[in-house]
Nanobody, 120 residues
């Protein structure tokens, strides 16, 4: 089975930046869409951003538009999420998964994720 490892999280002040990485154990990102999700206690996973197999096709939840950028490096089997102008409400555990949009409904194979904490 394909495994995903998220990294790059940490503690950052409001207005700061982080870049998250999602590394896959195989070249799955060559063929499938990949989404970044985040979760806070007591809530469902929220889709933050998605990148498809088509060049230049990306999507973002309204709350992060203009601040976050998703990208991929197929040669490295890695998807990135550049997060700028971070806000306290961005605090969450961030996950990546080979699903986007409607295909994410019911997805349950989440990895360990990476914690992002935005605080002074």
């Amino acid at each position: 089975q394909v495994q995903f490892v998220e990294s790059g999280g940490g503690l950052v002040q409001p207005g700061g930046s982080l870049r998250l990485s999602c590394a896959a154990s195989s070249a799955i990102f060559d063929y499938y869409a990949v989404g970044w999700f985040r979760q806070v206690p007591g809530k469902e996973h929220e889709e933050v951003s998605c990148i498809t197999t088509f060049i230049g096709r990306t999507s973002y939840v309204d709350s992060v538009k203009g601040r976050f950028t998703i990208s991929r490096d197929n040669d490295k089997n890695t998807v990135y999420l550049q997060m700028n102008s971070l806000r306290p409400e961005d605090t969450a555990v961030y996950y990546c998964a080979p699903v986007c949009g409607d295909s994410a409904d019911g997805y349950s194979y989440w990895g360990q994720g990476t914690q992002v904490t935005v605080s002074s």
